[in-house]
């Protein structure tokens, strides 16, 4: 990994306070188990179509992070990707508004109990502050809408102020549960269900002929998987260091600040037990996707 990004590697790992926050949520398998009737389908789903789509074929114009609240861009990030497949699937919501990472990530910082701590926080203690404290939209900040690292360090030490946590309270994410392996990250993607992903896995900046990064070092990040594929088995990822990382091709329209890596890779980044399929419901029912966010099967 380049020096540049060490300092935004925010995930703090699993820890006693880490165990604590995911063992209060519920897993997947046991939470949606409608979800797991039959065999797996080898059904390609691209979900980061919904922002483009939804966004009128245009991508989020996402900044890049300034210090380790990797966790919030990368919850923040599958929240708005949430918000847009439940427009495109006419949920309920009907305009987008882009997660204010400021707010989560102070939020989850006081959920977990280490404010005034170095930078970082937990994906468990993210997904229970989305809940239960809620969350605020770039747009309801107004003049100070946009991305600040000194807002977000500032709110990561103190906490939000109380103002604003009166008005994140009346928008709180529905449900998180648990993912842990393969069948269960499938089951999700396929569902129009974003997994969050905390790993200290790290990968090439680089991505191959067919849109992927290899695993090479340590990152101890935060992002969002977007896609699951089944000619090279895979997930897509979606990074929060700016729209030219990693460099290198783009396959199955993925935006440019993504990448896919192998199935094993998937594998052992969920295995560290941080992980969290996003739902605007506390439950997570079969969804049928458009055409347009699918590939096909797979033969």
Known sequence: MADDFAHLCGWRGIDAIQKTFASQLPVLRQTAPRLFRGPTANQTVTLYRAFYEVLGADWPGYPSQEIGDCTSFGHGHGNDLLQCISIGLKLGITSFQESDTEFIYGASRETAGILKGPDGSYGAATVKAMQQMGMISRAMMGEAGPYSGARAKAWGTNGPPAA??????SFKLGGAALVSDWDEYVRAIQNGYPVTVCSQLGFTT???AQGFCLAQGSWGHCMVFAGVRFDRPGGCI??????????GPCTMGQPSWSFWVDRPTVESMLAEGDSWALSNTPGFTPQVLPPSWTYGVAA
């Open 206 to 208: 680089t991505r191959d």
């Open 164 to 169: 604003v946590k009166e008005q994140a309270a």
């Open 238 to 247: 979606l990074q929060s260091w700016g729209p030219t990382v990693p460099s």
